[in-house]
């Protein structure tokens, strides 16, 4: 089966950094990604990790260690607008399909 | 281009009662998913669908879930009959070709079960 981790809340101040865990266990690793839900609407995509290492676009930066069955998503200057949920997923198993975490429930306050 | 997009955006029905979500992928999206979140939990995987083959049905709950496909356009999943803990929202994703990770996801059917 395939199941993964990540912290249910975090807490930042506007133009700090934060970082969002994510673990994983699966069989048949392809990949990682993460999506971002804003007031539980479309989740939308931000990063996709196939390759061990990071991953930079604009503000966001996502990190993947195949060999520890883990990534991160790093968000730098934070924004209000960022407050929304960040969801990782796998995809792996035998028909390659993306199966996602619970989801972390990031505010960033004044 | 339009995006994918689902409907109805919000249903409330009783126990027992029947309701069939409706989700139209980007234009020629031949994977078409289904996915379902329980407030508080993860996103999870229904099915897969390529054309209007089933990929993968491994997380349909029970035979109370029908979803179809016919000429590998729109889909629909309904639900007869309804439960109490089958609440939570339904999302549907498509995307083109090889999975690259990157899945364009709809705004989500909001289903209550009274």
């Known amino acids: 089966g395939q199941s993964l981790e990540q912290p249910s809340e975090v807490t930042a101040v506007e133009g700090a950094i934060v970082q969002i865990n994510c673990t994983y266990q699966t069989s048949g690793f392809y990949g990682l990604s993460w999506y971002q839900q804003h007031d539980g609407g479309a989740p939308t995509f931000l990063s996709y990790n196939a390759l061990d290492g990071l991953e930079e676009t604009g503000r966001f930066s996502s990190f993947l260690s195949r060999s520890d069955s883990y990534g991160y998503l790093l968000l730098q200057e934070l924004q209000m607008k960022d407050s929304a949920s960040y969801f990782c997923?796998?995809?792996?198993?035998?028909?390659?399909?993306?199966?996602f975490g619970t989801g972390t429930l990031l505010a960033v306050q004044p | 281009e339009a995006g994918v997009t689902q409907f109805p955006s919000h249903s409330v029905i009783e126990k027992g009662q029947t309701v069939t979500l409706r989700c139209d992928p980007i234009s020629g999206h031949d994977n078409l998913y289904w996915y379902r979140r329980v407030m508080g939990k993860e996103i999870k995987f229904l099915l897969h669908f390529v054309k209007e083959s089933k990929q993968d049905e491994s997380g349909m709950p029970n035979n109370r879930f029908l979803a179809e496909r016919t000429g590998g356009t729109y889909s629909t999943l309904k639900v007869q009959p309804a439960e109490l803990e089958d609440s939570g929202v339904y999302f549907c994703?498509?995307?083109?070709?090889?999975?690259?990770?990157?899945?364009?996801f709809g705004e989500g059917s909001r289903l209550t079960v009274l």
């Open positions: 994703a498509s995307h083109r070709g090889v999975n690259t990770g990157e899945l364009f």
């Open positions: 997923a796998v995809k792996g198993g035998a028909t390659n399909k993306l199966i």
